[in-house]
Nanobody, 127 residues
Framework: QVQLVESGGGSVQAGGSLRLSCAAS????????MGWFRQVPGKEREGVAT????????YYGDSVKGRFTISEDNAKNTVYLQMNSLKPEDTAMYYC????????????????????WGQGTQVTVSS
């Protein structure tokens, strides 16, 4: 069992930046991938970025490539999402997720591949 706790959400104007953090605890040695998803009311959860832990291998959603960066601090069991050049359409609840499964380019963005989830942190971008 892996527990995830997000922090760092908030409100920012378009063009601004935020950094989200996700601290993992529990059976973290089982985790292969940690990622970020976002969701707005009435829509499915969208894969934003994911990272193969203890490596530099990452996947990003097309809508955030070049603006968002996922990174990790292994010593702290923490994954970060640096979000730059934020747009109003980035407004959503952001969730951290983790999985022990092997992911690839065709399934990394599917929420059903992840077994552990945080409680979410709200990001609001105003125009």
């Amino acid at each position: 069992q892996v527990q995830l706790v997000e922090s760092g959400g908030g409100s920012v104007q378009a063009g601004g930046s935020l950094r989200l953090s996700c601290a993992a605890s529990g059976y973290t040695s089982s985790v292969k991938w940690m990622g970020w998803f976002r969701q707005v009311p009435g829509k499915e959860r969208e894969g934003v970025a994911t990272r193969y832990t203890r490596s530099s291998f990452t996947y990003y959603g097309d809508s955030v490539k070049g603006r968002f960066t996922i990174s990790e601090d292994n010593a702290k069991n923490t994954v970060y999402l640096q979000m730059n050049s934020l747009k109003p359409e980035d407004t959503a609840m952001y969730y951290c997720a983790a999985t022990a499964k092997w992911l690839n380019v065709v399934n990394w963005y599917s929420a059903k591949e992840y077994s552990s989830w945080g409680q979410g942190t709200q990001v609001t971008v105003s125009s």
